[in-house]
């Protein structure tokens, strides 16, 4: 680490976004900003409020999303309460300055921007063993999956329908769509290798949204419907993908170091880090952490087995200087991108085959 302190002294750039996962990790224990912002520890704070006040309709944004209609989208009270957000902003324009815009977006329309995206992991919670839970990550795209109206659809980041194909998700195929009535929205990491869509969150499953509800509970509800489906784990014709949970684990420091021991069916991308009570929020949130593997003992200070998780790469000194020359300085909340892309999307970590200017990272 004084190695690559001493590299990282000699510059300094700013990024137009907080914490993006698209550019390399932002925190070293040596590095405090001299800027005048508010930490990520404060931004995870504020989210958690404004997730208590926040209404949003996420019946109707799930039923749009099932049935592809956008029609009356600004008249169900969304606009209103958008306007009413922005004057609140306005009256509290000191704090916006001291570091952090009042959320003001509605949800978005269409597809582009419907996941939740995390953030490098840069201020450790002191609360992260009791408050967080860990998943572990396979390489892989990540994709919002909608299954209605006999049919399931699978759409980038961006927002553009990338297959579509039956499946044994509520509302997946003709046989189970129960006249459009049944339909499921889920967050999931796709691996052209395994041909298998891993199951990150669950939005809306057999028509009831659960946007609205803690991590916790969207946990314990996506793996106890994903067991009751039968097949879903299977290739068939009727599910030409598979469909698998991704299992959670606290963050305790023995959850932590046995993870990181354990042998997965995948190739292991990263760690997600979420917030046991954090809502699903369309777009990038605090309340959600990335971390790389051989990261863990660097940022969380947790004593880490020697194995393939957890070499540091060769790119590692490269990556983390990168990280502190995007780190963000300014106070805005960053906005959504309209193509659903990461801002500096080219800093990530590299594939074999690419050098790190072409990588890009998914999560």
Request: charged share 25%; hydrophobic share 35%.
């Amino acid at each position: 680490m004084d190695d690559l302190t001493k590299a990282l002294s000699a510059s300094f750039a700013v990024s137009q976004e907080p914490n993006s996962t698209a550019a390399p990790h932002p925190r070293l224990a040596q590095y405090k900003s001299k800027y005048s912002i508010l930490e990520q520890s404060e931004r995870r704070r504020r989210f958690l409020d404004l997730q208590k006040t926040k209404r949003l309709n996420y019946v109707n944004h799930a039923r749009r999303l099932a049935d592809g209609d956008w029609t009356g989208a600004d008249s169900d009270g969304e606009e209103d309460m958008e306007k009413k957000e922005e004057g609140e902003v306005e009256r509290d324009a000191n704090t916006e300055e001291e570091g952090m815009e009042t959320e003001r977006r509605k949800l978005p329309k269409h597809y582009a921007n419907q996941l939740m995206l995390s953030e490098w992991l840069v201020d450790v919670p002191a609360e992260l063993d009791a408050d967080w839970l860990m998943v572990v990550c396979p390489v892989g795209k990540r994709s919002l999956i909608v299954a209605s109206k006999g049919s399931t659809a699978a759409y980038t980041k961006g927002g553009y329908c990338v297959n579509r194909f039956p499946s044994l998700l509520p509302g997946g195929n003709r046989h189970n769509s129960a006249m459009g009535k049944d339909y499921s929205i889920l967050d999931c990491i796709y691996s052209e290798v395994d041909r298998t869509f891993y199951i990150l969150d669950v939005m809306c499953w057999r028509g009831h949204p659960v946007y609205d509800c803690p991590t916790e509970f969207r946990f314990f509800w996506l793996h106890s419907k994903v067991q009751e489906a039968d097949g879903l784990s299977e290739i068939a014709k009727r599910n030409p993908f598979r469909f698998v949970s991704l299992q959670s684990t606290d963050c305790t420091a023995e959850s932590i170091q046995k993870a990181m021991a354990a042998e997965y069916s995948f190739s292991v991308d990263g760690l997600l880090f979420y917030h046991r009570q954090t809502h699903y929020t369309p777009g990038n949130t605090p309340l959600v952490g990335w971390l790389r593997p051989y990261m863990v003992t660097d940022i969380l200070g947790i004593e880490v087995p020697i194995g393939p998780l957890t070499t540091k790469p060769d790119y590692a000194s490269h990556q983390l200087q990168q990280i502190l020359e995007h780190k963000k300085t300014s106070s805005e909340v960053r906005p959504a991108d309209v193509s659903g892309r990461y801002e500096l999307e080219y800093l990530s970590t590299p594939s074999p085959d690419k050098p790190i200017r072409d990588a890009h990272m998914e999560n």
